[in-house]
């Protein structure tokens, strides 16, 4: 088992979801990022919808209580164990008993997500292993200090590492919102929606991402019919700010909407910090689906590695080296930070 001792801003069980509910007012929930919840499964060789800890804004600390391997991914500033041997996000390490994970906040994102080899033990609520923010059904499934969480079947297994480049090219925010318009907005709004620059609220959540910026004055004054919407629909309220349903918003919306977002680009938008300028772009269906499905074929080509972890001391400075299964050099780090991200032979 493990211990949780800091919590952290906001922690959670999550997986894919819950699904087929929406009728009866029931979200789909699940991870914010998939692409790395994905890979912290696969890093593990698990069932690719167990449970992880999704943990939002960082300040997570937990302690081992048995041998087992773990992975952890999501933005790639160091997570450490021990107060002292590094490990970087999508990549897995074998914890023994008594060692104490420390995951910080980032600057290159908000979630991380920590999976266990063999999964956590917990029981399946409505059909899934997700906390669900807006009911109280899956209360103990929202993760607090001082609890102690069990493993279904821990295990050592190889250590495996994957290409960091993966979470900048494709999650990481490159500071624009990809949007697939509705058919019925006009290209002037389209300009006035475009052109400007929004940042996210403090305030967003698992419901939604609120954006704030000058308002689009068009609606200030709007009487809408309340209609089913879904995980990336845009809405415009009547003070004029746009706001990006996420995982846990509600099933039906009386706002009025201007698109969605493409699947491909939630993980990034949920990834975004507070405060960090961005704009939106207009997409097309057809080229929206080109580029999920690229990014769904790279996954399943994806090429982990085996490695090894040494630690050194040379002139009383520790630097940290990542050896992979060919022996080549993949990575040399100082006191704080891995610096090199590439072979050397």
Request: hydrophobic share 35%; charged share 20%; net charge positive.
């Amino acid at each position: 088992m493990l211990e949780i001792l800091k919590s952290g801003i906001f922690s959670s069980f999550q997986d894919i979801g819950r699904f087929g509910l929406k009728q009866y007012g029931v979200s789909n929930s699940g991870c914010q990022d998939l692409y790395s919840f994905t890979f912290a499964n696969l890093l593990l060789k698990n069932d690719i919808n167990e449970a992880c800890i999704e943990i939002v804004g960082g300040n997570f600390k937990c302690k081992f209580f048995a041998k087992v391997s773990i992975a952890v991914t999501g933005p790639s500033e160091q997570c450490l164990i021990n107060n002292e041997k590094r490990l970087e996000t999508y990549s897995s390490v074998n914890v023994d008993v008594g060692d104490v994970l420390e995951i910080k906040p980032s600057k290159t994102g908000r979630i991380h997500y920590l999976s266990v080899n063999g999964g956590f033990d917990l029981n399946k609520i409505l059909g899934s292993y997700s906390y669900h923010s807006p009911s109280s059904i899956t209360d103990e499934y929202k993760l607090k200090s001082n609890q102690k969480i069990s493993f279904k079947r821990p295990k050592i297994t190889t250590t495996m590492i994957f290409n960091q480049d993966f979470y900048k090219k494709y999650i990481e925010s490159k500071g624009v919102i990809k949007i697939i318009y509705n058919q019925n907005i006009n290209k002037q709004l389209m300009n006035q929606i475009e052109s400007r620059e929004y940042i996210v609220n403090i305030n967003s959540n698992r419901q939604a991402i609120k954006l704030e910026s000058d308002p689009i004055k068009e609606f200030f004054k709007q009487n809408e019919i309340s209609n089913g919407v879904t995980l990336g629909t845009v809405q415009i309220p009547p003070d004029g700010l746009p706001i990006i349903l996420m995982q846990d918003s509600q099933t039906v919306g009386g706002y009025k909407t201007i698109g969605v977002i493409p699947k491909y680009q939630i993980p990034s938008i949920a990834q975004m910090q507070p405060n960090i300028p961005i704009k939106f772009q207009g997409v097309t269906l057809s080229e929206a689906t080109r580029i999920n499905r690229k990014i769904n074929d790279e996954i399943n080509r994806s090429n982990f590695f085996k490695y090894q972890f040494t630690e050194l001391y040379v002139n009383n400075k520790k630097i940290s080296v990542r050896i992979t299964e060919n022996d080549s050099i993949i990575a040399i780090a100082d006191d704080d930070v891995f610096e090199v991200h590439k072979e050397i032979n």
